[in-house]
């Protein structure tokens, strides 16, 4: 199924609107005038037309209100927590869940299993939590964290930073060699390892056993490797 993309009506096609609407031209013809689907213009001139007697919709479209009330609607939409503040039997099923010491992630879980007719995923659930109208109900949280928990930027750990390969390094001198250390991967408790000596001009490898990673034990290895020469 190919994607829609919607753009959303600017200030001029809102002008547009407004004066074909005083000019009695019909929403058919304004549509196709701005070439835009008729329920665009319908849903517009509907939800931005002024109320002057209750919730009914009354009153002549003005534009200018309009480009208004979208910003106001656009900077709000995302409100934390807003599906929940308007579903009372929603947030009362939350609020006794997080009572009965459940999770975020429990509670949205089990509303799936359950096939509720309503439904918040865990995210939602926090971001209403962290939000003004949820803050209260925090402390039945297991960690009791009134405030979103910030997010550190990872760091990528090297073992060695700015490691040049043996494999690269230029040929030395006789006499110079490199040692390094090689310890199990399997968890055991013996403290056992090898220290491994490398000396490129000579192609020379020496090992030895050390009970103990301790400098003590690795330079002992050192010097016998190097008497045995």
């Known amino acids: 199924m190919k994607k829609i993309n919607y753009k959303q009506l600017n200030q001029f096609e809102r002008d547009r609107i407004e004066v074909m609407l005083r000019g009695g031209i019909k929403q058919l013809e304004i ?4 070439k835009r689907n008729k329920g665009t213009i319908s849903r517009e001139i509907k939800r931005n037309k002024l109320k002057r007697d209750g919730n009914k919709v009354k009153g002549e479209y003005n534009s200018n209100l309009a480009q208004t009330k979208t910003v106001f609607r ?9 599906k929940i503040l308007d579903n009372d039997e929603l947030r009362l099923y939350i609020i006794k869940n997080l009572k009965d010491s459940r999770s975020p992630d429990e509670i949205s879980g089990r509303m799936r299993l359950d096939k509720e007719k309503f439904f918040a995923s865990k995210n939602l659930i926090y971001r209403w939590l962290h939000s003004a109208s949820g803050q209260r109900y925090c402390k039945y949280l297991e960690s009791k964290r009134y405030i979103p928990k910030k997010r550190r930027k990872k760091i990528k750990k090297t073992l060695i930073p700015n490691r040049v390969g043996i494999e690269l390094r230029p040929r030395v001198d006789w006499g110079f060699c490199e040692g390094d250390t090689i310890v199990s991967g399997k968890r055991t408790r ?12 000579a ?5 030895r056993k050390i009970s103990s990673l301790k400098p003590d034990y690795f330079n002992k290895a050192i010097l016998d490797i190097k008497k045995a020469k």
């Open 190 to 201: 013996s403290k056992s390892s090898l220290v491994v000596t490398y000396q490129a001009k």
């Open 203 to 207: 192609k020379f490898v020496g090992i």
């Open 74 to 82: 656009r900077k709000y939409s995302s409100f934390q927590g807003r």
């Open 31 to 34: 549509s196709k005038a701005l």
